[in-house]
Structures are given as structure tokens and as C-alpha cells.
């Protein structure tokens, strides 16, 4: 299931960074390489899933491209 926030920080260094959801909430998300530019507050979409480095938002991806590929 799709939850929905804004990019709050990304850290290239560390490849990692905070998403703000709907609920305030900080989710960590972790990238091996940035195949799609993200900005800082962002809208964006991803999924929280169990990682070995706890819950993470993964699959993050622009709101404009998830809604360009459901039509």
C-alpha cells in the first residue's frame, strides 16, 4: 500500500534520507543510486517495509510519475 509524504532531507554521502509521511512521522530510506532526481520537499510515494536496518520507505518515487503510470 502506497503512503504518501515529502522528501525532508537526503544525504548523498551516507545514501540516505528522511521522508516526512501524512502523519509527521520521519522514515528513513536508504539508495544505492539516484535514478530519478528528488528534491528537497519532494512529494513523493513509497512503501515502509522491515529492512535489516529497521523500517524504511522503499520503492520512493516522484508523485508525478506514480500518477503518470497508472493512466
Known sequence: M???G???SINIIDRCGII???NDQEV???FNNFSELLGI???VAFE????DRGLAAVGVKMHALVSSSKR
Do not use: M
Not at 515502509?48 to 529492512?51: E, F, G, H, M, R
Open 20 to 22: 516526512l509521511d501524512e
Open 6 to 8: 515529502k522528501l525532508a
Open 28 to 30: 528513513p530510506f536508504y
Open 2 to 4: 502506497l503512503r504518501n
Open 41 to 43: 520537499s519532494e512529494d
Open 48 to 51: 515502509i517495509k522491515l529492512t
